[in-house]
Structure formats: structure tokens, C-alpha cells
């Protein structure tokens, strides 16, 4: 047998085919991170995907991964501003018309006395325009008003001047209508500063921020709840 056959021992060093034997694994340099994933142990191992954005799962499709440019994919048109606020003036006045005639054979939901005397001074001014009974009036109105937008929104979202204007309100996350907790909530952050509080700041925030908040035109109504306000076919 010739000399020139390979020993069973070891393959010369200089075999192409020979296996280097592997390198003791350390930590991996820094840098851009490669189809490996992140190393062992890195704090980003166990980190959960992030959310989805809103209605990306909901009955409107739509929405690529999160982080997209536009928060508004997959979402409706939003309800216009001045959609709304006809909306809402429509509900005020389905409640607050019949709720002032029922009034009436008890004086009226609103008393107003004469604080026209040199003598009154501010405090009873405040005493004689907003008495104990315009109050328990306010108390009645926010009882009606809470329950008429609970029923409605939790219904179907839509109360009647919602529906007459094509508007809609949905929870923000995946555009289903509002449980009865959410409806709630909605209804007693909007009515109760409304009727009991300060009037005309609280409509002057909402309104201001149908116009100016972003992306989701919010008031803040809206935000307690989670809440978004859209169009319908």
C-alpha cells in the first residue's frame, strides 16, 4: 500500500475541508443588529411587540404596524366640529324644552329675583340668582341629561341629534359602541361641570377643543372616556 493514503489520524492543517474548531462566544459587537436578533440576556429579549394602533383590529380594518405616520388609519372620517356642535344643540334642546314645561307649575327651572338694590352686594347677588330651587332643578336636568346620553350611547353610540347629523361616537381603541361604563363616564364629565359649575367655560373648552386638538379632536369628554366621535354612512 502506498505511502501517499491519508492515516486515520488528524487531517493535515492545510486540508480546505477542515473544520476550525469554533471560538469561545462572547458578547457581540456593537451595532445594527442582524437577522440573529439582539444578544442573550440583552434588556430588549423579553420586551413585548408594541400595541396596535386604534381600529387597526376594529370593524373598520385598516392600520398598518404602529408607528405609522398617520394615527388615523383604519379609523372613519372624524365628525366635523360643527357637526357636533348642531348635534349636541339639537339634545339640549329635546331635553330642555320639555324639562322647562314640566317646570312650570313648580315656578319654573329657573328663578330669577330682583337684585336690582343699591344695597346687594355680590354674595347675594350669587343668592338671589341661583337659589335653592333653580338648584334642585339643575340637580333634576343632570339626572336627565346623564341618562338620556347613557342610554343612547351605550345603545348605539348615537344619540338623536347625533343620528340626525350622521355622527357617531366609538371607543377610541377599536371603534366598537361604548359599554355602559364608558357611556357613563362620558355623560356625568360633560353634563355635570355643564349644569352645576361653569356653563359657559366648560362648553368654551369643549368647543375649542373639537377645533384644535390633535389627532382625535377630543373634548374632554372624550379623553375621560376614551372616546372618539366619527362620521356614518
Not at 383604519?74 to 344643540?89: D, S
Request: aromatic share 10%; net charge negative.
Amino acid at each position: 500500500m502506498s505511502n501517499d493514503q491519508p492515516t486515520s489520524g488528524q487531517p493535515p492543517e492545510d486540508d480546505p475541508f477542515l473544520k476550525k474548531p469554533q471560538e469561545p462566544q462572547g458578547p457581540e459587537p456593537q451595532g445594527p443588529q442582524g437577522p440573529q436578533g439582539p444578544p442573550s440576556g440583552s434588556p430588549y429579549d423579553s420586551a413585548p411587540p408594541p400595541p396596535p394602533p386604534p381600529y387597526d383590529s376594529g370593524p373598520y380594518g385598516g392600520g398598518g404596524p404602529y408607528g405609522g405616520v398617520d394615527p388615523l388609519a383604519g379609523m372613519p372620517p372624524l365628525g366635523e366640529p360643527g357637526k357636533r356642535i348642531l348635534a349636541r344643540l339639537i339634545d339640549f334642546l329635546i331635553i330642555s324644552i320639555p324639562l322647562y314645561l314640566i317646570s312650570l307649575p313648580w315656578g319654573g327651572a329657573v328663578e330669577m329675583r330682583d337684585n336690582t338694590s343699591s344695597n346687594s352686594n355680590f354674595s347675594d347677588v350669587f343668592s338671589q340668582t341661583y337659589s335653592a330651587h333653580q338648584l334642585l332643578w339643575s340637580l333634576i336636568g343632570l339626572v336627565v341629561y346623564v341618562g338620556y346620553d347613557t342610554y343612547f350611547t351605550h345603545k348605539d353610540g348615537r344619540t338623536i341629534g347625533k343620528r340626525l347629523l350622521k355622527l357617531r361616537v366609538a371607543m377610541l381603541n377599536d371603534g366598537r359602541v361604548p359599554d355602559t361604563s364608558a357611556s357613563f363616564l362620558r355623560a356625568v364629565v360633560l353634563w355635570l361641570p355643564a349644569l352645576l359649575c361653569c356653563p359657559c367655560l366648560w362648553w368654551l373648552i369643549n368647543i375649542v377643543l373639537m377645533f384644535t386638538d390633535k389627532p382625535y379632536r377630543q373634548g374632554l369628554h372624550d379623553k375621560a372616556a376614551k372616546t372618539v366621535v366619527v362620521q356614518t354612512d
